[in-house]
């Protein structure tokens, strides 16, 4: 616990007691620390509520509660912490509504209230510190209000705006854009509507994340996607989350590593160029898309929730187009080292660079055969969904330092899986048709053609 007897150390301006193991509760006699610039008692296990007496230590520029077990309100008191410029209260068990003189703090540059039980309307003072930078009140289901229309004029020098899971309603105030230094914007899981400010991308070019999941908003622009273009002028932008939302023209974004659009009203072909020539990652389920592309990242979606030893990870998958605009589609492996069982078996393979007296031995054969077994083992009888790999071969089995077998390369994977409210099993056939060149077996394809 934190000795009460700290308070006699009257000329101390520096007390930093975080990630450590303390319980307890913070002394309230702590204000007799006059000269106190930071208070740090983060990452600790200290309960109870937090003394208003902390609000009057006049010289405190830095006070770190976060990560604890605190409970009851945020001190009113703070508000009197004239110096203040780091309030770090997060993660805790605040309750009860933040307290509107928190927005007297005019020297204030970063305030984190997240993953509190705080409720209530978000004062319109905190919109007010002309100098804060960091503005976090993510996680508190219960807060409420809208973000002022003005907020990008009051906040000018904002950079990380973190306010999801709360149940903001109303509009996203056009004003945002001249918020011009904004880096991270999550306002996900709100109850927000409306339309995205068309001049974010013009104006925002600072922009690295920009999640807007899970509310009501949409893009009734021209026809001409002027929203689309505009973001797609956020050269930074790596995380742009849109998904659960009513969004059905979005497909000329660019310069993306990370696309989630699940859950929207989007239709028709999924295109090859645009938004998919850059995106690492994206995700598109809950749509209405069609087409090639959509059998393919079914097959990712597969292919990345199957865990086992004895398979090749997937990574993650990429879906774009090469030089010459031909379509092109891969999925990232995890590296194996020893490379493929099929240069083991045949050492005619086996390249001028390499030594042709590597033999594998009767024990590592035996295992690599129960590798493989159980690898197939769990594809047909323990996965999410029943996989059939359907090219089974010494190529696609890849060995790794201690050579343990994974079974790799699903191009002809066929998933099988039970239909909604039926007894009838529905299968899919991987798009990808590049197992063996020149060989297909007949298995493969299905009874129509007969």
């Given at each position: 616990m934190i000795p009460p007897s700290l308070a006699q150390a009257s000329k101390l301006r520096v007390l930093r007691l975080e990630y450590n193991s303390l319980v307890g509760k913070i002394p309230a006699n702590l204000s007799y620390l006059q000269e106190l610039e930071v208070l740090d008692v983060?990452?600790?296990?200290?309960?109870?509520?937090?003394?208003?007496?902390?609000?009057?230590?006049?010289?405190?520029?830095?006070?770190?509660?976060?990560?604890?077990?605190?409970?009851?309100?945020?001190?009113?008191?703070?508000?009197?912490?004239?110096?203040?410029?780091?309030?770090?209260?997060?993660?805790?068990?605040?309750?009860?509504?933040?307290?509107?003189?928190?927005?007297?703090?005019?020297?204030?540059?970063?305030?984190?209230?997240?993953?509190?039980?705080?409720?209530?309307?978000?004062?319109?003072?905190?919109?007010?510190?002309?100098?804060?930078?960091?503005?976090?009140?993510?996680?508190?289901?219960?807060?409420?209000?809208?973000?002022?229309?003005?907020?990008?004029?009051?906040?000018?020098?904002?950079?990380?705006?973190?306010?999801?899971?709360?149940?903001?309603?109303?509009?996203?105030?056009?004003?945002?854009?001249n918020a011009s230094q904004l880096k991270y914007v999550q306002l996900d899981d709100n109850e927000l509507e409306g339309t995205v400010p068309l001049d974010v991308g013009n104006n925002l070019k600072n922009l690295e994340v920009f999640s807007l999941e899970n509310n009501h908003l949409e893009d009734k622009w021209s026809s001409d996607w002027d929203i689309i273009i505009s973001l797609s002028n956020c050269t930074r932008l790596f995380d742009i989350s849109l998904s659960s939302n009513n969004f059905q023209d979005i497909w000329k974004l660019s310069n993306l590593a990370i696309l989630d659009l699940r859950g929207n009203l989007l239709t028709g072909p999924i295109p090859v160029k645009g938004v998919f020539s850059n995106a690492s990652a994206f995700f598109i389920d809950g749509n209405n898309v069609c087409g090639a592309e959509r059998s393919f990242l079914a097959e990712c979606h597969v292919l990345r929730s199957i865990r086992h030893r004895n398979l090749v990870k997937v990574i993650t998958a990429c879906s774009s187009a090469d030089h010459q605009g031909n379509d092109f589609k891969a999925l990232v492996y995890e590296f194996m080292p020893n490379e493929d069982l099929n240069k083991w078996l045949h050492h005619s393979l086996i390249t001028q660079d390499e030594t042709p007296t590597r033999r594998l031995t009767m024990s590592q054969r035996v295992n690599i055969a129960l590798d493989v077994a159980e690898a197939l083992d769990y594809l047909h009888h323990h996965g999410q969904v029943p996989i059939v790999h359907c090219d089974l071969k010494p190529s696609n089995v890849l060995l790794d330092d201690d050579f343990v077998a994974h079974v790799g390369d699903f191009g002809l994977a066929r998933f099988l899986r039970k239909m909604v409210n039926s007894s009838t099993e529905e299968s899919t056939t991987s798009v990808r048709i590049k197992g063996s060149i020149g060989y297909i077996r007949p298995g493969v394809v299905n009874s129509l053609l007969d």
């Open positions: 983060g990452a600790n296990q200290i309960s109870g509520a937090i003394p208003p007496s902390l609000g009057s230590l006049s010289k405190l520029t830095y006070l770190g509660l976060y990560l604890n077990s605190l409970s009851g309100g945020v001190p009113p008191s703070f508000g009197n912490l004239s110096l203040l410029e780091n309030l770090f209260a997060d993660t805790n068990t605040l309750s009860g509504q933040v307290p509107d003189s928190l927005g007297w703090l005019t020297k204030l540059q970063s305030l984190d209230l997240a993953y509190n039980q705080l409720s209530g309307a978000i004062p319109r003072s905190l919109f007010n510190m002309l100098l804060v930078s960091t503005f976090e009140l993510s996680g508190n289901n219960a807060l409420s209000g809208v973000l002022p229309v003005d907020i990008g004029f009051t906040l000018p020098n904002l950079q990380i705006l973190l306010l999801s899971q709360c149940q903001l309603s109303g509009r996203i105030p056009h004003s945002i854009v």
